[in-house]
């Protein structure tokens, strides 16, 4: 990995940090995962797909779910990637714009905000598409 895309993943992981304390602070009573038990990853649904009884109509609709979401997160992620590319360019100037450089994660940060929606909106149907015997296994088996 290179220098700049190191910097970039530093930047990055700051903002993400200093954005999910925020959120965080700004949501009592959250704890570290807010939707247990109510959303369940496709990773854990698959895991436990024949303990489950997946249908074959619902592997299908899963499997879509997952592949569309993850080729609109990928659009997202270049956005961010870029817009955190242009607040490293920024920090190089002296003396540093602010107005500019909180304009640009202001950028970025929509953009995380956006992915963040797409994968709400999977999970959602993901859920949708589980019984609620399904649902019921799978917050017994992972402590959901």
Known sequence: MN?????IGAVIAALLMVGGS???AQQPGMGKDAFKGKLFPPNIVLEHQDALGLTKEQYTAIRA???QV??????HEWDLREAYQEVLRELDHTPVDSNRVL???DAALEAENKVKKLQVAMLIELRN?????QMDY???VNEY
């Open 3 to 7: 220098t700049g895309f190191k910097w």
């Open 22 to 24: 925020i959120a965080y």
């Open 70 to 75: 993850q080729s609109n997160i990928a659009e």
């Open 129 to 133: 598409l589980l019984t609620n015997e």
């Open 138 to 140: 799978l917050r017994e």
């Open 103 to 105: 304009e640009l994660v």
């Open 65 to 67: 779910a997952v592949v």
